[in-house]
């Protein structure tokens, strides 16, 4: 029976899926860098982010997870250091980041993406 607290299909899942969300948080942080790219309408309905600065912090927050837990998967004990609520914080993040690049992801579309 799979572990509900475990939402990959083993340690090569993970990886692909931070490998996919290093990728967005690319493509994001160059976005936001790029003055004018994000309208002034999208941090006034977002209400989590003052501006790109702060969407930039938690993309490194996100970035940083992730480098940290590809890492992790290279260990023998990769399952046991999985820690459902750093993920599920991070996840969130990058997916209100998501929403404020007019982006928006499901955690089931970097399975998409990759394939």
Not at 30 to 42: I, N, R
Not at 89 to 103: A, C, K, Y
Request: net charge negative; charged share 35%.
């Amino acid at each position: 029976m799979a572990d509900p607290s475990y939402p990959f299909n083993g340690n090569k899942d993970e990886a692909k899926c931070l490998r996919w969300m290093l990728s967005k948080v690319k493509v994001w942080r160059d976005d936001l860098a790029d003055e004018g790219h994000v309208s002034e309408e999208s941090w006034e309905e977002t209400t989590d982010f003052e501006g790109p600065g702060d969407a930039l912090s938690d993309l490194e927050d996100v970035s940083k997870y992730c480098d940290h837990r590809i890492e992790e998967l290279e260990d023998d004990e990769w399952k046991e250091t999985f820690d459902v609520e750093a993920w599920l914080t991070t996840w969130d993040i990058f997916e209100t980041v998501s929403q404020l690049m007019s982006e928006p992801v499901t955690q089931l579309d970097w399975r998409l993406d990759s394939a």
